[in-house]
């Protein structure tokens, strides 16, 4: 290559919309560019510059305590405008379509657009819209990729790898996009997948996805080293997948019994909000030699920072 020619970026992606189709190489930038990130956020002076003079809009349809407050510092840390527009008080309220909000939004020239909605493909759709880099922050029951790649920052941090670990994703698999943004990055990764839930829960041909179904926790749960609860999603439920909550969580909850199958040092993950007495025991969620649950929301600014960063590299090099 001639010295004016110049090397393509790492990650070659203008939005992040998912992790399928993402590279190892890409989501190991990522999960590398997110360590120093979580040093920098332990000094007292959290603050750099480097996304300075730039905006980003946290445009959240659905509900979100963790993922909508973590954007928000992880682009105040970088030094970056963020505004959050509140859906409930906007004029989406009016009827107005997601296109015009996009349009709308575009007009104002932010460089950086964190959007969560309701509906599977809908931050795909918002992102042809607009000029800058998209964030996919959740988009109903298809990807949540920050939550994925702070799932393996945490693992990573933990078990030194992400390869050839055993991970059983357990419960209301079939709504979550968090399960399936992990099925994703944990294949590409060279982990083993497992999914373990009742089998209303559990999306029809998910074999294909590259895991392995148990219906039973005791059988799934057999030598994991990483264990991911998943909250019912009832608000995605229309009608009864399941008879009562405490059949729910005498059959599927993770209380110490059936965290006893796993492997000894295995590290329990819920990407919250969680449901005590639901789908995890409050003494197991609680049990910091076991669960890893608050450094998930700790490696999620990180994450996140990492993202708005690589995402806004090319445009701020070229000025
Ligand atoms: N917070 C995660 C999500 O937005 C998981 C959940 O809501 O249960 O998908």
């Known amino acids: 290559m001639s010295s004016k020619e110049v090397s393509p970026p790492l990650f070659n992606h203008d939005h992040l919309l998912g992790i399928e ?21 332990r000094q007292t002076n959290k603050k750099k510059d480097l996304l300075s003079g730039l905006t980003q809009i946290n445009l959240f349809f659905e509900n979100s305590t963790r993922t909508r407050m973590s954007f928000e510092l992880a682009g105040k840390r970088l030094g970056a405008d963020v505004i959050n527009m509140s859906t409930s008080s906007s004029s989406i309220k009016k009827g107005e379509t997601l296109i015009d909000t996009a349009s709308t939004l575009n007009a104002m020239r932010p460089d950086l657009l964190v959007v969560r909605h309701g509906s ?20 109903g029951k ?22 050839r670990l055993t991970v059983a994703i357990c419960g209301d698999v079939l709504h979550s996009r968090v399960a399936r943004s992990n099925i994703h990055l944990l294949n590409i990764m060279g982990a083993r997948v497992r999914v373990i839930g009742p089998p ?5 041909g998910v074999e294909k996805m590259g895991v392995e ?13 990483i264990i991911m609860m998943l909250r019912l ?3 995605r439920m229309h009608g009864g997948y ?13 209380d110490y019994d059936k965290l006893s199958h796993a492997k000894e040092d295995a590290l329990i993950l819920h990407p919250g909000p969680m449901n005590r007495g639901v789908e995890i025991d ?24 990492a993202c708005l960063d690589i995402l806004t590299q090319t445009k701020r090099e070229n000025g």
């Open 142 to 163: 298809h990807e949540h990729p920050t939550q994925a790649l702070l799932d393996a920052l945490t693992i990573r941090r933990r078990k030194g790898r992400l390869a």
């Open 21 to 41: 189709g993402l590279k190892e190489t890409e989501i190991t930038q990522i999960l590398d560019l997110a360590d120093q990130y979580v040093e920098q956020n």
């Open 200 to 204: 209303t829960l559990i999306p029809s």
């Open 233 to 235: 999603q009832t608000e």
């Open 242 to 254: 399941f008879p009562t909550v405490s059949e729910y969580f005498s059959l599927y909850g993770l």
């Open 213 to 225: 179904v148990f219906y039973d926790m005791e059988e799934g749960l057999k030598d994991c080293d």
């Open 282 to 305: 409050a003494a197991v969620a609680d049990d910091l030699t076991r669960s890893a649950i608050q450094e998930q929301v700790e490696m999620g600014v990180a994450v996140r920072m």
């Open 120 to 139: 599977s493909g809908a931050v795909k759709l918002l992102s042809r819209k607009v000029d800058c880099a998209v964030l996919n922050a959740g988009d």
